[in-house]
Nanobody, 126 residues
Framework: QAHVVESGGGLVQAWESLSLSCTTS????????LAWFRQAPGKELEAVSC????????QYDDRVKGRFTISKHNANKTVSLRMNSLKAEDTAIYYC???????????????????WGQGTQVTVSV
């Protein structure tokens, strides 16, 4: 059974940095695309970033491009999200997701991901 668990959320001030981590188990890490999504209060789920299983394809939403960095760690089957220069509008619950995609590539479509974590809260104060 696939498991995806996020950690690392918290309260930070604007312009500070925070790193999220996602631990996975129960599926072939080498055949899955991994991604981060987020949902702010009262708003729809939005994509943040994705990384293909072979790390050849990485995508970022324009709102985080240049500030966030996604990384995949095959040895311990984790994926991390380094967030720099945080803004108040980055406040949200952040979700890690894994999607079966052995052909490679990654998408920012939530429908392409079958396994989701429970989320971790990130709050940025001004």
């Amino acid at each position: 059974q696939a498991h995806v668990v996020e950690s690392g959320g918290g309260l930070v001030q604007a312009w500070e940095s925070l790193s999220l981590s996602c631990t996975t188990s129960g599926f072939n890490f080498d055949a899955y695309t991994l991604a981060w999504f987020r949902q702010a209060p009262g708003k729809e789920l939005e994509a943040v970033s994705c990384i293909s299983w072979n790390e050849r394809i990485i995508q970022y939403d324009d709102r985080v491009k240049g500030r966030f960095t996604i990384s995949k760690h095959n040895a311990n089957k984790t994926v991390s999200l380094r967030m720099n220069s945080l803004k108040a509008e980055d406040t949200a619950i952040y979700y890690c997701a894994a999607g079966w995609r052995p052909s490679g590539g990654c998408t920012l479509r939530a429908d392409d991901y079958q396994n989701w974590g429970q989320g971790t809260q990130v709050t940025v104060s001004v």
